[in-house]
């Protein structure tokens, strides 16, 4: 099946500093990623659609050159968290979408990266 | 705009008994419908789904139908095992391609 990564898994910065979290599609091409965001015992949260090649499509609400999304290629996306603070402290996924998949609307999950900001 | 509504939980169960949790959407013309399921620690999987009025998704025991008629995709499984804990969430997905999520229901289950 359809696998994503993310790497790393947990990552503990201090507040100030910067932290890249990187979302891979190991065995499709995705033209389309998505970030989310998840609180503790709360949905995800849609933060940005990345498109291969161009530039990101933010939600409402989420700053743009505080959380940085790169899709260099059909297979990687990055999100950088610019000078982090302890309220950017959460569990962030990322999704693809499999072109061989595109009308079902489906996506596939990253398992996660935990951001803790001291 | 498309939400997803959920049942609050958390639901707790003996194992072996019967699950349901409640799902109604509210969208615009014909999304997909999906049942995602988080284990602790971990990223989302896709459980089931259905993309059509009437279409039944079934996985691993769970099933949830499509109902157009009351804009609902309710999650069933007849007899829940302890390894069933977890968090689910109902989501759609429109036009958009954006996966639009309830707030998620967490079931636990005792043996």
Known sequence: ?118 | GNSVTQMEGPVTLSEEAFLTINCTYTATGYPSLFWYVQYPGEGLQLLLKATKADDKGSNKGFEATYRKETTSFHLEKGSVQVSDSAVYFCALAGSSYKLIFGSGTRLLVRP
């Not at chain 1, 507040?15 to 995705?30: H, Y």
């Not at chain 1, 899709?71 to 302890?86: G, M, R």
């Open chain 1, 1 to 118: 099946g359809a696998v994503v990564s993310q790497h790393p898994s947990r990552v503990i910065c201090k507040s100030g500093t910067s932290v890249k979290i990187e979302c891979r599609s190991l065995d499709f091409q995705a033209t389309t990623m998505f970030w989310y965001r998840q609180f503790p015992k709360k949905s995800l949260m849609l933060m940005a659609t990345s498109n291969e090649g161009s530039k990101a499509t933010y939600e409402q609400g989420v700053e743009k050159d505080k959380f940085l999304i790169n899709h260099a290629s059909l297979t990687l996306s990055t999100l950088t968290v610019t000078s982090a603070h302890p309220e950017d402290s959460s569990f962030y996924i990322c999704s693809a979408r499999d072109l061989g998949t595109y009308s079902y609307n489906e996506q596939f999950f990253g398992p996660g990266t935990r951001l803790t900001v001291l």
